[in-house]
């Protein structure tokens, strides 16, 4: 959902 | 990871790099926004609570705790330092902490897309890093003079997430199930802002003259 694939970012 | 995350986290740390050695090796923050630097370190601590629960990469782990330790160093530096606290223009660094906190915070209660505390914090830091530099780019407006490292470092900062919009556009189109609305749309504002400092900054370079900043 939204937010969870940016979480592999910084 | 692409090429475009890979080099935008470069210039990320390029531009604290940059920004340490201005710090130590001149002994002096004269034109940094102490405010700046302090929201950012605000959100490296909201957005990076999740850096032993939710492993990524070695990568990872590593770039957030360069990120954590070297923006609470310069936020000591300035704050604390004997020399280096005399350098700090504390009467130009007005902008109010309020006014970027207060928002980001009524928008992360807004939109948060799960109400745990770490997604409500996550998502407070994304809101907030969109507009943190703000204290900055005031502050160099007021600067007279202002030197190389200061306008390298804000410039570096700018290019970082130039960048990130490239790596979103890239994952956009390479993976499945990448839609950030959020996070984009954060990071476009966040950039936007540095538009106007770009455009000063190289007419400067191309001109071969001292960055100013009008006012």
């Not at chain 2, 992360?108 to 530099?133: D, G, M």
């Not at chain 2, 990448?178 to 191309?206: K, P």
Request: glycine share 4%; hydrophobic share 45%.
């Amino acid at each position: 959902g939204s937010g969870k694939a940016s979480k592999d970012e910084l | 990871m692409n090429v475009f995350r890979l080099a935008g986290d470069m210039m990320h740390l390029l531009s604290i790099v940059v920004l340490l050695l201005k710090i130590t090796g001149i002994k002096s923050c004269r034109g940094i926004s102490l405010k700046t630097q302090e929201l950012y370190l605000l959100v490296f601590i909201t957005r990076y609570l999740d850096i032993f629960t939710n492993f990524v990469s070695l990568y990872n782990t590593v770039m957030k705790l360069v990120f954590l330790g070297t923006s609470s160093a310069i936020v000591y530096y300035m704050r604390y330092d004997r020399i280096i606290k005399l350098t700090y223009d504390k009467e130009q660094d007005t902008f109010k902490y309020l006014l970027l906190v207060a928002p980001s915070a009524v928008l992360a209660l807004a939109t948060s897309h799960v109400y745990t505390v770490l997604e409500v914090l996550w998502t407070f830091s994304i809101y907030l890093e969109a507009v943190a530099i703000m204290p900055q780019l005031v502050l160099l407006q007021r600067t007279q003079n202002i030197d190389n490292l200061t306008g390298n470092y804000v410039f570096l900062l700018g290019s970082y997430r130039g960048l990130y919009i490239l790596n979103w556009i890239y994952r956009f189109f390479t993976e499945k199930h990448y839609r950030q609305w959020l996070v984009w749309t954060c990071g476009v504002v966040q950039t936007i802002i540095y538009c106007d400092f770009f455009y000063y900054y190289f007419l400067s370079w191309q001109n071969n003259e001292k960055l100013a900043l009008p006012a």
